[in-house]
Nanobody
Framework: VQLQASGGGLVQAGGSLRLSCVAS????????MRWYRQAPGKQRELVASITERGNTNYADSVKGRFTISRVNTKNTAYLQMNGPKPEDTAVYFC???????????????WGQGTLVTVSS
């Protein structure tokens, strides 16, 4: 099982950017999927999460600006970043709880980070 994050880059403050996270390989289901971020010199923090049914949660700092979504048939989660601010600059990581088999418990998988730089 692999998670592949993409979509990072340089964006101007107030612009928009969409990150993607694809889970690939052989597995039964992807349960909760999440986006984390880590800015230089700071701890990794949870940005947003989404359940398999589509229930979402957000960090207060991104509420109203970022939207997490997913397409279960594509095993893909997205993070739509609208109105990013310079303080959103960080490496963004995707994370997912994946059941490899019907009878197994979920395991946590991480994708590689994708760098988002927001210019002022």
């Amino acid at each position: 099982v692999q998670l592949q994050a993409s979509g990072g880059g340089l964006v101007q403050a107030g612009g928009s950017l969409r990150l993607s996270c694809v889970a690939s390989g052989s597995f039964f289901s992807a349960n909760d999927m999440r986006w984390y971020r880590q800015a230089p010199g700071k701890q990794r923090e949870l940005v947003a999460s989404i359940t398999e049914r589509g229930n979402t949660n957000y960090a207060d700092s991104v509420k109203g600006r970022f939207t997490i979504s997913r397409v279960n048939t594509k095993n893909t989660a997205y993070l739509q970043m609208n109105g990013p601010k310079p303080e959103d600059t960080a490496v963004y990581f995707c994370n997912a709880d994946i059941r490899e088999h019907f009878y197994s418990i979920s395991r946590s998988y991480w994708g590689q980070g994708t760098l988002v730089t927001v210019s002022s």
